[in-house]
T-cell receptor, first 114, second 114 residues
Framework: KAGVTQTPRYLIKTRGQQVTLSCSPI?????VSWYQQTPGQGLQFLFE???????NKGNFPGRFSGRQFSNSRSEMNVSTLELGDSALYLC???FGQGETGELFFGEGSRLTVL | AQTVTQSQPEMSVQEAETVTLSCTYD???????LFWYKQPPSRQMILVIR??????QNATENRFSVNFQKAAKSFSLKISDSQLGDAAMYFC???????????FGTGTRLQVTL
């Protein structure tokens, strides 16, 4: 069974640009969550999608957005990049209903903003 | 708001010895789950052990066990017979039964020495 796949693994952008990250969940999982990991702020929840609907949202500015497709794949977008957006972005998937919260994580997308 | 505190930024243990990682949390919820996740240098986060708050019995998974003290809001992880492969960042995490996002602690970096 394939795990959670995130692309791209590494990317470099400059301030003001935008970026789109992709996440393919484990087959059968309908929930996809996104987390930002930085040395200073640790792991912070961005948002969660379930059946194409945003079910929960963290405390991030509107420059951070996401969506989920009918096949449960998810994308997150960051517009007008700032230096502080440099981070490891982790995606996690789960069944999303009736289970006890175990998340399966991808290896992450490392974003560097110059 | 729920918070998770890991007061040990770094810990070191000799191979084959036992080490305990500490975690405390703050919540007003009665229904929640607690987790320990491991993040090796390859970055993929994996679940080590899970505890449901309504269960009084401490969870165990092979060499990993927890000491769950609900009244004290404490959730420590004990690793017995430590192995070199246990070296990683360990994150304590909280999930409320009514939400779908994990709240992570700041992590404890575990070194395993020969």
């Amino acid at each position: 069974k394939a795990g959670v796949t995130q692309t791209p693994r590494y990317l470099i952008k400059t301030r003001g640009q935008q970026v789109t990250l992709s996440c393919s969940p484990i087959s059968g999982h309908r929930s996809v969550s996104w987390y930002q990991q930085t040395p200073g702020q640790g792991l912070q929840f961005l948002f969660e999608y379930f059946s194409e609907t945003q079910r929960n949202k963290g405390n991030f500015p509107g420059r951070f957005s996401g969506r989920q497709f009918s096949n449960s794949r998810s994308e997150m977008n960051v517009s007008t990049l700032e230096l502080g957006d440099s981070a490891l972005y982790l995606c996690a998937s789960s069944f999303g209903q009736g289970e006890t919260g175990e998340l399966f994580f991808g290896e992450g997308s490392r974003l560097t903003v110059l | 708001a729920q918070t998770v505190t890991q007061s040990q930024p770094e810990m070191s243990v000799q191979e084959a010895e036992t080490v305990t990682l500490s975690c405390t949390y703050d919540t007003s919820e009665s229904d929640y789950y607690l987790f320990w996740y491991k993040q090796p240098p390859s970055r993929q986060m994996i679940l080590v052990i899970r505890q449901e708050a309504y269960k009084q019995q401490n969870a165990t998974e092979n060499r990993f066990s927890v000491n769950f003290q609900k009244a004290a809001k404490s959730f420590s992880l004990k690793i017995s017979d430590s192995q070199l492969g246990d070296a990683a960042m360990y994150f304590c995490a909280y999930l409320t039964g009514t939400a779908s996002k994990l709240t992570f602690g700041t992590g404890t970096r575990l070194q395993v020495t020969l």
